[in-house]
Structure formats: structure tokens, C-alpha cells
């Protein structure tokens, strides 16, 4: 029945499920075998308990501080199941190592634990449940944010420290964002905003922007040689910077109801290609291009060399790497 299987971010949802016996399991033997698991407030380092239901409806769309709670495990299986289809359907990746096997997730990790993570060590996502225990850290942005660190571990491997580090957590943001875009979930609409669902700020306001990085307080808009120094969720922001920029282009916007303004740092106008190419750009260079120890000259290099690959030297495309790149002061 999937009118009862209610998210607490994304609506009413669909989901892979599997009948054991008389129980359903969070078992999603379609996309590679995902189930979610409740740590039930442990923060031990145990998979925890399979999530089992007996008339397979999950969850009540409503905030429960609940620890048995199904809610957080609807978002997080539906989390995983787009992220799967997302690089499936975009790349013909077939799951974070390419070898159609799927991670698992865990919900309700710790009391109040304010945030999320991957793990490469149990091959793992791993979600608290926030402020409260009413926040939990899910939605799909977050989500697809999360497993991509297992992507970029399992190919590139950029380090995660200085350049390269802020280069990691940009190919989170993007590709989480991505996520997003490709679920088409009126719940939760296509934004270039991070975590805009978990009010992790208290205020209602998104952890990060890509269209102007800065408008967290702490993110770089722009390359400069003391960029290396910021923790990386905040050298990531010329990167994310220049992903809004390539498939947006600069200046005033709204996508979805949500209203940009996306400033260069040379002055110029750059003009958007749309986000179905960038993040064609964005996948070939991470697993074709960068290196553990790819700087921001270097993802430069590498975007234009994917974009020569996909579309030509001489494309519009390429051009607009470049120009995406100057506008971030890189190059
Ligand atoms: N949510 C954080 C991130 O993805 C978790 C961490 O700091 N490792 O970057
Ligand atoms: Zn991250
Ligand atoms: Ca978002």
C-alpha cells in the first residue's frame, strides 16, 4: 500500500519493500539490496535493528521524537533509492562502487544528534535525528550529499583536506543537489540550497548556497590562495559557485519559487549550459580526471578536458567551463 508509506520530508513516497515470511523488511531488492536499519538512539557501531512492519504501510509523515519512529526510515530508504536511481539513470553507475551492490543505512543514530555521514569502513549512511530528536538529518539533498562521499572515495579519492577537500564536499553538494532535481518531488522541489528541509541553523534558513556561497556566513564565493585553509564545507564554495554558474549562468533567478543571485568575481556575464550537462562535466571529471590531490587549477583542467571529451574543444560548453571558472577566479 503506497499511500501509507509517508516521509517526513518528501511526502507520501514509494518504496522497494520485501515480504519475509508474514513481515515486510525495509528491503529494497531492486536497487541492489539496501535496507535500513533502526540504531534506535545507540551510537554503537552495530548495523542495528532491520525495520520490519507487518501490513508493509511505514510511517506517519508526522515529527515524532519517537525513537521506534518509521518516519526517518521512509526518507532515508527513499533517500538511498533515488540516489541509486539518480546515478543509475544519469551515468549508468550502478550503485556507489559500480558493482550493483547497495550500501545500507542507518536512522535514529544517538539522542539529538545533529548530523549525517558515510562511512567507507561499513560501506554505511548513518542519520541522527537533530534538535530534539525532531529534525532528523534525512532528506534527500542530505542524503544524496552523504552517499556521494562514498563515490568520490570509491574514484577520485580527493583528500579531504585543503584544495582537494573543498573539492570533495563540493562533489557532495552537487550531485546532492542533483538528487534532488531528478527526484522531481513537489514536497521537496529542485533548489541550489543544502539542507533548506532540516532547519539545522533554527532559523529556516539552508546550511549552504550555491548560487553565492557566502550567503552562509563562512563559504568562499571565490578562489584565493588562503582558500585551502577554510574547513572544507566551506572551501567547497567556488566549486559549487561555479556548478550553479555553468548550469544557471550569473545574476538574478528563480527555479522552482526559489529566487537567486549569482555574482562573478570578474565582472562577467556567464551564461548557463543547464544542469543536465554540468553534472555530465562534473561525473567525468571526478571519475576520469581528478586525483586524490586535484586542486581547484586542476578540477579546472579536468572539467575542461571532460568537456573536450563530451562535447568538443571548440564547444559552447567547453567555453563555458572556462568562463564558469574565470568567474570564480580560477584560471
Ligand atoms: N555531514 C558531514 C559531511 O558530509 C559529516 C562529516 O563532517 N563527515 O561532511
Ligand atoms: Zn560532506
Ligand atoms: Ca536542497
Redesign the pocket.
Known sequence: DVYKRQSQYSGTVTLGTYLSGSTYQLYDTARGGHKTYNKARSTSSSAGTLFTDADDKWGTGSTTTSSTSQTPAVDAAYGAQTTWDFYKNTFGRSGIKNDGKAAYSRVHYGNAYV????DDSCFCMTYGDGEGNTKP?TSLD?AG??MT?GVTSNTAGLNYSGESGGLN?AT?DIFGTAVEFYAANSSDVGDYLIGEKIDINGDGSPLRYMDQPSKDGSSANYWSSTLKNLD??YSSGPANHFFYLLSEGSGAKTINGVSYNSPTSNGSTVTGIGRAKAVQIWYKALTEYFTSTTTYAGARTGTLSAAAALYGSTSTEYKAVAAAWSAVNVG
Do not use: G, I, P, T
Open positions: 548530523n549525517a555521514f558515510w538529518l542530505v550529499h552523504e562521499h564536499e557532495s572544507v564545507h
